[in-house]
């Protein structure tokens, strides 16, 4: 998650980077909703409800370069009313 808030991102992060780990955060999250862990469709919904940038469409600034989006920190004090 960390790479997809701006703020957050270590410099030189990728979006390919950003892209496998998506992918594999996916998978084992597939995973442990076929275990019935997790309710995988609650927690994507949730996750876009907030904004979190789990999904490659919530991310911003990879062109850009430039840090222009709340944190994960702020995003968090935003959405609870901090």
């Not at 909703?33 to 490659?56: C, D, F, K, Q, Y």
């Not at 919530?58 to 968090?76: F, H, I, N, Q």
Request: charged share 30%; hydrophobic share 35%.
């Amino acid at each position: 998650m960390r790479l997809g808030y701006e703020k957050s991102r270590p410099p030189g992060t990728t979006k390919e980077a950003y892209i496998r780990l998506h992918e594999q955060l996916d998978a084992f999250r597939k995973e442990l909703s076929a275990r019935h862990v997790i309710w995988i469709g609650t927690l994507n919904e949730m996750e876009e409800l907030r904004g979190i940038p789990t999904h490659e469409g919530r991310t911003t600034g990879w062109e850009a370069g430039g840090v222009k989006g709340l944190g994960g920190k702020a995003m968090d004090e935003q959405v609870l009313g901090m």
